[in-house]
């Protein structure tokens, strides 16, 4: 197990800190699916995700694709505002510059904790809102609302045999090609979110033993054309870290969705499948699916 590094001698983030962070997290019991060992361990090359302890508190701070350093919320008993704060001080005692502090993915609780006249900014970002379902509509897509995705799926079962296995070492490379193609079809190579993206795909993949995630993946003529992966982020919710499938078989991204949750994630109440990041096409799937709740983000500044 790696040395613990005492704030304000931040570490970069490494497989070696899973045994002493996790349980951290776990006791935490977060509501944001940024807030896992496995999310920051897997995008830590996109974000170069580094961390320390100030007191009970992990602190974790992350580089922005403008190159300057920004906080998340810190993790630990409540309350939080006096970690947060110092982690804000710190961050523009660094940068030179107060209105670059900033900390993102901020829950409502450590919002609420922010006194109106502490000189720190506190708002919504939209873009960052998780989607949050109830398991069993997932599974069930019962009722009215839900016709056009069982339809979709009905269409699928006629016209394809699948398999469903749950997803294990023997399948890395399957994955590993299907993400590579999906990754082609994207021009992940025009975009760093992309690519990072398929860094964050590959790091969850070859890991997934050691990160003790959770998958399930889609059979096609013995051929994966479809995989997840996920891990508990509470008591009662499930996370959804990763989902992919060949877009040339249409219905297969609400086959793995469903196929996933029935199978892995049943004895949830709720899943996360995270945020939308304001991508139209990707707010309206994640809206046809109807979540039960948003999980609402702020972002903590310090005021100019």
């Known amino acids: ?41 897997i995008w830590r090359g996109h974000y170069d995700f580094s961390w320390c302890i100030e007191q009970d508190h992990v602190l974790v701070t992350a ?17 939080r505002v006096v970690a947060a704060s110092r982690l804000l001080h710190w961050l523009a005692k660094q940068s030179g510059n107060d209105s670059a502090a900033v900390i993102e993915r901020a829950d409502r609780v450590l919002a609420e904790q922010i006194p109106v006249a502490a000189g720190l900014a506190v708002e919504p970002i939209r873009d960052h809102f998780d989607y949050v379902y109830r398991v069993r509509d997932l599974i069930d897509l019962a009722g009215r609302k839900y016709h056009s995705k069982r339809n979709h799926l009905n269409k ?58 959770e998958g399930g993946a889609i059979f096609l003529e013995d051929r994966l054309q479809a995989f997840a992966v996920g891990e508990w982020l509470n008591p009662d919710t499930a996370v959804i870290h990763v989902e992919k499938a060949n877009p040339e078989f249409p219905g297969l991204y609400p086959l793995i969705n469903q196929q996933f949750c029935e199978h892995s994630w049943a004895s949830a109440e709720f899943v996360n499948r995270e945020q939308d990041l304001g991508e139209p096409g990707l707010r309206q799937a ?12 702020f972002r903590i500044r310090v005021e100019d």
């Open 1 to 41: 197990m790696s040395s613990i590094p005492l704030f304000p001698a931040f570490k970069p983030l490494e497989l070696g800190d899973l045994a002493l962070l996790r349980p951290r997290f776990t006791a935490f019991q977060p509501r944001t699916s940024e807030l896992t060992f496995t999310n920051l361990f």
């Open 63 to 79: 580089r922005g694709a403008d190159g300057v350093r920004f906080g998340f919320p810190p993790i630990g008993p409540e309350p």
């Open 156 to 213: 699928f079962r006629r016209e394809h045999r699948f398999r469903y296995q749950p997803l294990a070492a023997g399948h890395l490379d399957q994955c590993l090609a299907l993400a590579d193609n999906w990754c082609r079809w994207r021009r992940c190579d025009e975009d760093l979110s992309l690519a990072g993206e398929w860094d964050a795909v590959r790091e969850a993949l070859t890991h997934f033993d050691a990160l003790g995630l």
């Open 286 to 297: 994640k809206e046809s699916y109807f979540p039960d709740h948003l999980v609402e983000k």
